[in-house]
């Protein structure tokens, strides 16, 4: 049995269905959104583990010269290891039909007979290498894919100076190779890099490694401190020439693929706020006006006994079906918009498991986030029917308190017209709720800023990243460092414009007890075209001596300019010297140590060496190029900065513009709330004073122009504010975002706030115009008998 | 001689409005009587409205002590009154105060809903004689009809008392008597003791015992010899 008090509820809420339902979409938007993301994050790194266990991925990987596999099981003995494996792993140029651009691939060994202990394959079509068959070879899925390559097909490839065929035997997936990242890369390529596995046998053969591996992973007993096993390998390894083991959170594509899915966590944060923040100013506002309306109605419950529980009870009731309707909206949509987010995540990174985990706690969160922000929202109009003096209550509400506003004060009212005056004596009677109107809708301009601020950044990083910073068009590297002429062999190819030779040199940068390994880049001294620039645009002269870091590196290393660095160089004798920082760079990609070419030399006390050049082309003579570079000896590989470029495109954009449609959508949902439940107040708050103004001779369209031109208003100052709002959130955006890999540049084109300014100026007409029609249909009789 | 159900002594009630003071009631003696109906009368601002508020536990005296059959009321604490309003008394408001959201029976439900023995919805509205009503909004009904849903809605709970405040103030003569008639069946039939605050002296005819009010202090309290039916009134 419905309760007498339940069914008015009802009634109440279907009444004021408009503004319960445009309430409801904010909450759901803002739920949706949440539990999309939680779900999401959830979902992915469960299958992430669970590619990982399955497949057995390895949590410390060294690499190394060569060293005997004796040495295994000197590792093995290793307190906190668990399982060990050794394998050769060896750079290959390949040579793949009907492509001109080199490529370069990564020959991994494996068994011939038996799984791998650790970093299992996914074998997705052919069949596992067989013993004493020479060339074959599994491929990763992605780099099959790019070429159409089919179990059976055959490509070419440099072996250690000559040129063997492989046949694809198999097609196959890694935990150990989710992102193909090419060495010092900090893209993925998926064209020009590809990964294959081989039987070890045939590989320690073609290499001259019998018997012996320069590569070996392993995994950690349960409560094995991974630090202690690292420097006890490296320990072991340093006298067969490794540069040091990394722990799986190091590993490149495992970073890559974590650092993704936890941007998520970022977004589930800012734009639920923001969405849960605006619906409790809404129901604010509606319920304050709701019990304003029933100021009487209140007085007679309690004059009949009803508590003053009860009647707050009632309420609260009220708000809790909005919220309720919300939360349940905004679960289904975020289910949904999570199963498909985490199918696409799912298939972008070809996890072999798909798990889609709907976490009740996820739901819970939502749910009590919601109702939270809903009760928070209404506190005080709830405080205050509860206060509500019944005898009170049952006179009549005072009239309004008006004021002299600001412009009458000045004397200017001579300047402005009757509907005017009103229209500000209006707002600055409630400037609070002028002022949370304001911001509602500011808020909804903010989204929209932050929706297409991410289109911005792509635009300006691609433009910075490849235009201005990097203006070669191919990046040569050789196998090993090269006395400096090497780079007239370069220039003198037909069609090459420019080289500028670099040399690189892996080293462990340590700071007090922070470590970081990474490449030092030695460059000319006023490079043309591999240029280093800052944030501002500005291009930063390589320093003669010293070293230069990425602002970030510098950040996590915690060293400012005139700090001292110990440097570990982790190839040939492997010195360990200082290095003092002489400058910060604030760029975006990676975390870069740069040097003098010359300096580096000295550094390393070895003569003129290089270990690659930038080249600027002929791009008419782009396949004669390729094709001598690929007959070059001494090239290990070749990359194109069109291909970088693409490749860009496809990892970023794809990512980041997949939120812009979501962030219109739901920008449209708060402006319209907003709009529409302050308009629809406004009208039920006025319908008197308007009514009356059209008794004693005013036109349709002149109250229209009060009450449309006291939403003007509000809208008006709501688009410098949330130009305002927008742009903090973008540089919040610009920090959670931010990851070790790259930065998201804080720069927002005059277009987004144009067409954000645009977009809700449109809004508002529209809500403005629906509201409009009721108006002209006030009853004119009616308003004027109404007490209220 | 009836038993007293209401005993107010030297009570005052002055409200603050803003800066300015008003002494609503000013020093109030009165006792209302099992079963009996009173008329308080008065012109606007007499402090009527004041002491039938008090007396109903909707407002609480700046001084003096009310009892209601023997109880403290001023000792009540806001639950106390809350209690008291729901377990006792019935309420008529000049402007009947109906919730519009809900049919006719559905507001005399409001009050069954929480009352500890109610009559039926239907019963009581039939008193008032709408029987035939019962599923229409207060916007379908008339003023007279409004106001009678009121009075079903006060009484439904079985009340000690009804209090009305100007019940006909908003209504015609023709719709005032028939609201009027309502009232003292429901003071015959069920022995409720009653109270009517109104400005209107015909309406005292109707009484057992008229007190007049002005200006805060009761000036004259009347028995009526021979009381008139609702229906001989005319105004």
Same mark, same amino acid.
């Given at each position: 049995?419905?309760?007498?008090?339940?069914?008015?509820?009802?009634?109440?809420?279907?009444?004021?269905?408009?503004?319960?339902?445009?309430?409801?979409?904010?909450?759901?938007?803002?739920?949706?959104?949440?539990?999309?993301?939680?779900?999401?994050?959830?979902?992915?790194?469960?299958?992430?583990?669970?590619?990982?266990?399955?497949?057995?991925?390895?949590?410390?990987?060294?690499?190394?010269?060569?060293?005997?596999?004796?040495?295994?099981?000197?590792?093995?003995?290793?307190?906190?290891?668990?399982?060990?494996?050794?394998?050769?792993?060896?750079?290959?140029?390949?040579?793949?039909?009907?492509?001109?651009?080199?490529?370069?691939?990564?020959?991994?060994?494996?068994?011939?007979?038996?799984?791998?202990?650790?970093?299992?394959?996914?074998?997705?079509?052919?069949?596992?290498?067989?013993?004493?068959?020479?060339?074959?070879?599994?491929?990763?899925?992605?780099?099959?894919?790019?070429?159409?390559?089919?179990?059976?097909?055959?490509?070419?490839?440099?072996?250690?100076?000559?040129?063997?065929?492989?046949?694809?035997?198999?097609?196959?997936?890694?935990?150990?190779?989710?992102?193909?990242?090419?060495?010092?890369?900090?893209?993925?390529?998926?064209?020009?890099?590809?990964?294959?596995?081989?039987?070890?046998?045939?590989?320690?053969?073609?290499?001259?490694?019998?018997?012996?591996?320069?590569?070996?992973?392993?995994?950690?007993?349960?409560?094995?401190?991974?630090?202690?096993?690292?420097?006890?390998?490296?320990?072991?390894?340093?006298?067969?020439?490794?540069?040091?083991?990394?722990?799986?959170?190091?590993?490149?594509?495992?970073?890559?693929?974590?650092?993704?899915?936890?941007?998520?966590?970022?977004?589930?944060?800012?734009?639920?706020?923001?969405?849960?923040?605006?619906?409790?100013?809404?129901?604010?506002?509606?319920?304050?006006?709701?019990?304003?309306?029933?100021?009487?109605?209140?007085?007679?419950?309690?004059?009949?006994?009803?508590?003053?529980?009860?009647?707050?009870?009632?309420?609260?009731?009220?708000?809790?079906?909005?919220?309720?309707?919300?939360?349940?909206?905004?679960?289904?949509?975020?289910?949904?918009?999570?199963?498909?987010?985490?199918?696409?995540?799912?298939?972008?990174?070809?996890?072999?498991?798909?798990?889609?985990?709907?976490?009740?706690?996820?739901?819970?969160?939502?749910?009590?986030?919601?109702?939270?922000?809903?009760?928070?929202?209404?506190?005080?109009?709830?405080?205050?029917?509860?206060?509500?003096?019944?005898?009170?209550?049952?006179?009549?509400?005072?009239?309004?308190?008006?004021?002299?506003?600001?412009?009458?004060?000045?004397?200017?009212?001579?300047?402005?017209?009757?509907?005017?005056?009103?229209?500000?004596?209006?707002?600055?009677?409630?400037?609070?709720?002028?002022?949370?109107?304001?911001?509602?809708?500011?808020?909804?301009?903010?989204?929209?800023?932050?929706?297409?601020?991410?289109?911005?950044?792509?635009?300006?990083?691609?433009?910075?990243?490849?235009?201005?910073?990097?203006?070669?068009?191919?990046?040569?590297?050789?196998?090993?460092?090269?006395?400096?002429?090497?780079?007239?062999?370069?220039?003198?190819v037909d069609g090459v414009i420019a080289a500028e030779e670099f040399r690189s040199v892996p080293v462990r940068l340590r700071s007090g007890h922070l470590s970081k390994e990474v490449g030092i880049q030695g460059l000319v001294p006023k490079p043309e075209l591999f240029r280093l620039m800052d944030a501002d645009e500005n291009v930063i002269p390589v320093p003669d001596e010293g070293l230069l870091l990425s602002a970030k590196l510098?950040?996590?290393l915690q060293v400012s300019v005139g700090d001292v660095l110990t440097v570990e160089v982790l190839e040939d004798k492997r010195p360990i010297r200082q290095l003092t920082v002489t400058g910060l760079v604030n760029d975006f990609a990676g975390t870069a140590a740069y040097m003098e070419r010359r300096a580096l030399n000295a550094f390393m006390r070895e003569g003129s060496r290089i270990s690659g050049a930038y080249l600027k082309i002929?791009?008419?003579?782009?396949?004669?190029?390729?094709?001598?570079?690929?007959?070059?000896?001494?090239?290990?590989?070749?990359?194109?900065?069109?291909?970088?470029?693409?490749?860009?495109?496809?990892?970023?954009?794809?990512?980041?513009?997949?939120?812009?449609?979501?962030?219109?959508?739901?920008?449209?949902?708060?402006?319209?709330?907003?709009?529409?439940?302050?308009?629809?107040?406004?009208?039920?708050?006025?319908?008197?004073?308007?009514?009356?103004?059209?008794?004693?001779?005013?036109?349709?369209?002149?109250?229209?122009?009060?009450?449309?031109?006291?939403?003007?208003?509000?809208?008006?100052?709501?688009?410098?504010?949330?130009?305002?709002?927008?742009?903090?959130?973008?540089?919040?955006?610009?920090?959670?975002?931010?990851?070790?890999?790259?930065?998201?540049?804080?720069?927002?084109?005059?277009?987004?706030?144009?067409?954000?300014?645009?977009?809700?100026?449109?809004?508002?007409?529209?809500?403005?115009?629906?509201?409009?029609?009721?108006?002209?249909?006030?009853?004119?009789?009616?308003?004027?008998?109404?007490?209220? | 001689?009836?038993?007293?159900?209401?005993?107010?002594?030297?009570?005052?009630?002055?409200?603050?409005?803003?800066?300015?003071?008003?002494?609503?009631?000013?020093?109030?003696?009165?006792?209302?009587?099992?079963?009996?109906?009173?008329?308080?009368?008065?012109?606007?601002?007499?402090?009527?409205?004041?002491?039938?508020?008090?007396?109903?536990?909707? /407002?609480? =005296? &700046?001084?003096?002590?009310?009892?209601?059959? *023997?109880?403290?009321?001023?000792?009540?604490? !806001?639950?106390?009154?809350?209690?008291?309003?729901?377990?006792?008394?019935?309420?008529?408001?000049?402007?009947?105060?109906?919730?519009?959201?809900?049919?006719?029976?559905?507001?005399?439900?409001?009050?069954?809903?929480?009352?500890?023995?109610?009559?039926?919805?239907?019963?009581?509205?039939?008193?008032?004689?709408?029987?035939?009503?019962?599923?229409?909004?207060?916007?379908?009904?008339?003023?007279?009809?409004?106001?009678?849903?009121?009075?079903?809605?006060?009484?439904?709970?079985?009340?000690?008392?009804?209090?009305? /405040?100007? =019940? &006909?103030?908003?209504?015609?003569?023709?719709? *005032?008597?028939?609201?009027?008639?309502?009232? !003292?069946?429901?003071?015959?039939?069920?022995?409720?003791?009653?109270?009517?605050?109104?400005?209107?002296?015909?309406?005292?005819?109707?009484?057992?015992?008229?007190?007049?009010?002005?200006?805060?202090?009761?000036?004259?309290?009347?028995?009526?010899?021979?009381?008139?039916?609702?229906?001989?009134?005319?105004?």
């Amino acid at each position: 049995m419905v309760s007498s008090l339940d069914r008015k509820l009802l009634r109440d809420l279907s009444r004021t269905k408009g503004q319960v339902v445009a309430i409801a979409v904010v909450i759901a938007c803002g739920v949706a959104m949440l539990v999309m993301c939680l779900t999401t994050l959830k979902s992915l790194e469960n299958s992430q583990l669970t590619y990982y266990d399955r497949y057995r991925f390895a949590e410390v990987f060294a690499l190394l010269k060569r060293a005997p596999e004796s040495l295994k099981d000197r590792i093995q003995e290793v307190e906190g290891v668990a399982r060990v494996q050794t394998r050769v792993v060896e750079g290959v140029v390949l040579d793949i039909e009907g492509m001109s651009e080199p490529a370069v691939g990564r020959l991994i060994s494996i068994p011939e007979t038996g799984e791998p202990v650790l970093n299992s394959l996914h074998l997705r079509s052919g069949r596992w290498v067989e013993v004493g068959r020479p060339g074959e070879v599994i491929v990763n899925e992605v780099f099959a894919e790019n070429h159409g390559f089919k179990p059976g097909d055959k490509l070419r490839a440099v072996l250690n100076g000559s040129m063997e065929e492989l046949r694809i035997v198999g097609i196959a997936m890694s935990p150990e190779y989710i992102i193909q990242m090419p060495e010092a890369a900090l893209l993925p390529d998926d064209k020009r890099f590809g990964v294959f596995w081989m039987g070890r046998d045939q590989l320690e053969a073609a290499f001259n490694m019998e018997s012996a591996f320069n590569d070996v992973t392993l995994t950690l007993l349960p409560g094995a401190s991974e630090d202690e096993v690292i420097r006890r390998l490296d320990g072991l390894l340093e006298r067969y020439g490794g540069v040091g083991a990394i722990g799986r959170h190091n590993q490149i594509s495992n970073r890559f693929v974590s650092e993704e899915i936890q941007q998520l966590s970022a977004m589930a944060f800012i734009l639920p706020t923001i969405f849960l923040g605006v619906a409790a100013f809404l129901l604010n506002i509606v319920l304050k006006r709701l019990i304003a309306l029933e100021r009487e109605q209140i007085a007679v419950l309690k004059a009949f006994g009803y508590s003053h529980w009860d009647v707050g009870w009632h309420y609260l009731k009220f708000v809790s079906v909005i919220a309720l309707g919300g939360v349940a909206l905004g679960t289904l949509l975020g289910i949904w918009f999570g199963r498909g987010m985490t199918a696409m995540y799912t298939e972008f990174y070809r996890f072999p498991v798909f798990g889609f985990d709907l976490d009740l706690g996820v739901i819970v969160i939502g749910a009590v986030v919601s109702l939270g922000a809903a009760f928070l929202g209404v506190f005080g109009a709830i405080r205050g029917a509860i206060n509500l003096p019944p005898a009170e209550a049952m006179r009549p509400e005072p009239p309004a308190n008006y004021n002299a506003t600001l412009v009458d004060r000045l004397g200017l009212r001579k300047l402005l017209s009757q509907e005017a005056r009103i229209v500000l004596r209006e707002l600055g009677r409630k400037p609070g709720k002028a002022f949370f109107t304001s911001l509602g809708i500011a808020m909804s301009l903010a989204i929209l800023v932050v929706g297409n601020y991410s289109q911005d950044a792509i635009n300006y990083l691609q433009d910075f990243q490849f235009r201005l910073a990097e203006r070669q068009d191919l990046t040569v590297s050789f196998f090993e460092s090269v006395t400096g002429n090497a780079v007239n062999h370069l220039t003198s190819v037909d069609g090459v414009i420019a080289a500028e030779e670099f040399r690189s040199v892996p080293v462990r940068l340590r700071s007090g007890h922070l470590s970081k390994e990474v490449g030092i880049q030695g460059l000319v001294p006023k490079p043309e075209l591999f240029r280093l620039m800052d944030a501002d645009e500005n291009v930063i002269p390589v320093p003669d001596e010293g070293l230069l870091l990425s602002a970030k590196l510098g950040e996590l290393l915690q060293v400012s300019v005139g700090d001292v660095l110990t440097v570990e160089v982790l190839e040939d004798k492997r010195p360990i010297r200082q290095l003092t920082v002489t400058g910060l760079v604030n760029d975006f990609a990676g975390t870069a140590a740069y040097m003098e070419r010359r300096a580096l030399n000295a550094f390393m006390r070895e003569g003129s060496r290089i270990s690659g050049a930038y080249l600027k082309i002929d791009k008419k003579l782009t396949d004669e190029i390729y094709r001598e570079l690929k007959e070059t000896p001494m090239v290990a590989s070749v990359s194109i900065k069109d291909a970088a470029m693409k490749s860009f495109q496809e990892t970023f954009a794809e990512n980041l513009l997949r939120m812009k449609l979501f962030n219109i959508g739901f920008a449209c949902a708060i402006a319209v709330g907003v709009v529409y439940n302050s308009a629809r107040i406004s009208l039920s708050e006025r319908s008197r004073d308007l009514g009356t103004l059209r008794v004693i001779g005013f036109t349709r369209g002149e109250i229209s122009g009060i009450l449309l031109g006291e939403l003007g208003v509000v809208t008006a100052a709501a688009i410098p504010l949330g130009m305002g709002i927008g742009t903090g959130l973008v540089y919040l955006m610009s920090k959670g975002l931010e990851t070790e890999l790259y930065r998201i540049p804080f720069v927002v084109n005059p277009q987004t706030y144009a067409v954000a300014a645009l977009v809700i100026m449109a809004a508002s007409l529209i809500c403005g115009l629906i509201v409009r029609r009721k108006l002209d249909k006030l009853d004119l009789v009616e308003v004027l008998k109404a007490r209220i | 001689m009836p038993a007293t159900v209401f005993s107010a002594k030297g009570i005052t009630k002055v409200y603050s409005m803003g800066e300015v003071k008003v002494h609503a009631l000013r020093g109030v003696d009165v006792e209302l009587w099992e079963g009996e109906f009173t008329v308080l009368l008065g012109h606007s601002g007499s402090g009527k409205s004041t002491l039938l508020n008090i007396l109903g536990g909707l /407002d609480v =005296p &700046t001084e003096g002590t009310v009892t209601f059959r *023997g109880e403290d009321m001023t000792a009540f604490d !806001e639950s106390e009154l809350t209690q008291y309003r729901r377990e006792h008394v019935g309420f008529v408001f000049q402007f009947y105060n109906l919730i519009p959201s809900l049919t006719a029976r559905e507001n005399v439900e409001l009050v069954t809903d929480i009352a500890a023995d109610p009559l039926d919805a239907k019963e009581a509205l039939g008193l008032v004689g709408l029987g035939e009503r019962l599923d229409h909004f207060p916007s379908q009904m008339s003023g007279g009809e409004q106001q009678r849903v009121a009075i079903a809605r006060a009484i439904a709970k079985q009340p000690d008392v009804l209090l009305c /405040d100007e =019940p &006909t103030g908003a209504l015609d003569v023709h719709t *005032g008597v028939a609201v009027l008639n309502a009232i !003292e069946r429901v003071n015959r039939e069920l022995g409720t003791t009653t109270a009517v605050i109104t400005h209107n002296a015909v309406i005292a005819e109707m009484a057992h015992r008229v007190i007049h009010l002005a200006d805060g202090k009761i000036t004259e309290t009347a028995v009526n010899e021979s009381r008139k039916r609702a229906d001989e009134l005319n105004w």
